[in-house]
């Protein structure tokens, strides 16, 4: 009997693979179906074509990670629609709206960020609603969002890609007006340095825009470095600039930031591993 059961496990096995092979042909072409029917917001169906792709190649484990992030994505969305606790439904909004702001599923985003938009109306929230409509070259709309931000609630932040914005739909006036008012603090964090840069590339000041992206990059910890330097790549803000010299000599500037190797963290208070290791004990 247990020979028996052995044997029908294998039998089962070799079905379910066969099946996969045969469905959706090999995993990387199951991977690149899933891959298309995530960017068009359909993830059941991405999450079975990754379930698929993992069964063709188990050994595979992008098709494996991707199924499984695939799979929490859903759990997610469908919590997102119950959650009545604020605090609970924000984190999980959060966890949303940062996967599908990396997969570029714009769309998804931007429907969150009207959710929160409208619970919070604070700036935070009008800037993450402003940075998704400029993701999908709503310029106009971005700026009007921006635009509502009560004088007394606006920061330096606000401003900057308002000024941004108002560039993307042709007021370079009106920005140039934004850029001649921000200045960075000394202060100021890196986010605030790459908005400022942002701006100060759309309105034309170049050695402003190469000094505070310089300055952001410095900031910035070394485990997000990689990310900020990729978006700026890709940035249309610095699309003048991205073939020059001086933007490749600012793209080689490190970061000036300490960070833990065990928690990416600057130091080991507020480290949840805070005395487990050798150096928290120390």
Not at 26 to 49: N, T
Not at 135 to 143: K, L, T, V
């Amino acid at each position: 009997m247990k020979s028996n059961g052995i044997w029908m496990g294998v039998f089962v096995v070799a079905v379910v693979a066969f099946a996969a092979t045969v469905r959706g042909e090999p995993g990387a072409k199951v991977f690149a179906d899933g891959k298309a029917l995530l960017a068009k917001g359909d993830f059941k169906g991405a999450m079975a074509a990754f379930a698929d792709a993992a069964r063709a190649d188990s050994s595979n484990r992008q098709y494996v990670s991707q199924y499984a992030m695939v799979r929490q994505i859903v759990q997610l969305r469908k919590r997102l629609k119950t959650e009545t606790d604020p605090r609970r439904w924000h984190y999980t909004a959060d966890a949303l709206r940062s996967f599908y702001v990396r997969e570029k599923i714009y769309p998804e985003a931007l429907a969150i960020d009207k959710k929160v938009y409208a619970k919070w109306q604070d700036a935070p929230s009008a800037v993450r609603l402003a940075e998704t409509l400029l993701a999908m070259d709503r310029n106009a709309e971005a700026a009007e969002v921006l635009s509502q931000i009560d004088p007394d609630k606006a920061t330096g932040a606000t401003n900057a890609l308002l000024g941004v914005a108002l560039a993307r739909d042709g007021k370079v006036d009106r920005a140039k007006v934004i850029a001649r008012r921000v200045s960075l603090h000394e202060n100021a964090g890196p986010g605030m340095a790459y908005s400022a840069a942002r701006l100060y590339a759309a309105t034309g000041d170049t050695d402003k825009a190469l000094r505070s992206l310089a300055r952001c990059f410095e900031a910035i910890p070394p485990s997000l470095l990689d990310g900020f330097k990729a978006h700026a790549k890709l940035c249309p803000d610095f699309a003048d600039l991205a073939s020059t010299a001086e933007f490749a000599r600012v793209l080689q500037t490190k970061s000036k930031v300490a960070e833990s190797k065990c928690s990416g963290g600057s130091k080991c208070a507020g480290c949840p591993m805070r005395g487990k290791c050798s150096s928290g004990r120390k």
